[in-house]
């Protein structure tokens, strides 16, 4: 018959050893995490609709006077936006051009736009064209996407010449 304390002592090595293997599988978790990035939800076509497009003039002024180039405040749309300009960073000066298809953002190298600090998720935001507008998306990102200073919660259109903060760089859109 065993005593007391052995027994005792054979359920905390038990125990720590149970603690123990849930700690390794939390580190190759989130390892894998960090490696192979998270899946990155895709936005049901009726959040699409829902966000305001930019007012378009009526066909008499545009007849009238050319169309006026975007100022910071109004959506940037597909016609005045050419470029992605970091500001500020360890990229600060880089310009990225711009088409129609979505621009990721983060730490990852399939990302378009790699971004190397420690603030920065494998796969943190993504700048895309929707409808008319661009739009910047947070992709779950543990630091977060900014926008003016604000942070970017759900897709939200980006205006020229308003910064963007993702980690330790800020970029903005220009024509």
């Known amino acids: 018959m065993t005593d007391p304390s052995s027994l005792t002592l054979l359920l905390l090595r038990i125990g720590f050893l149970v603690l123990m293997w849930f700690f390794v599988f939390a580190v190759v978790y989130s390892l894998r995490a960090d490696l192979f990035g998270v899946r990155v939800r895709k936005l049901p076509e009726a959040q699409g609709a829902a966000v305001p497009a930019p007012a378009a003039a009526t066909p008499a002024a545009a007849k009238a006077k050319p169309a006026p180039k975007a100022k910071p405040g109004g959506p940037a749309t597909t016609s005045t936006v050419s470029t992605l300009v970091i500001t500020s960073g360890p990229k600060a000066g880089l310009e990225v051009p711009l088409g ?42 543990t630091n977060g996407t900014f926008l003016g200073g604000e942070r970017v919660g759900a897709p939200v259109a980006v205006s020229i010449g308003v910064p963007i903060k993702v980690g330790a760089t800020t970029f903005e859109l220009r024509a």
Request: charged share 25%.
């Open 100 to 141: 129609t298809e979505p621009l990721s953002i983060g730490r990852s190298s399939e990302s378009g736009l790699v971004i190397r600090d420690d603030y920065t998720s494998s796969h943190h935001a993504r700048l895309l064209l929707w409808g008319d507008a661009w739009m910047i998306q947070d992709l779950d990102s």
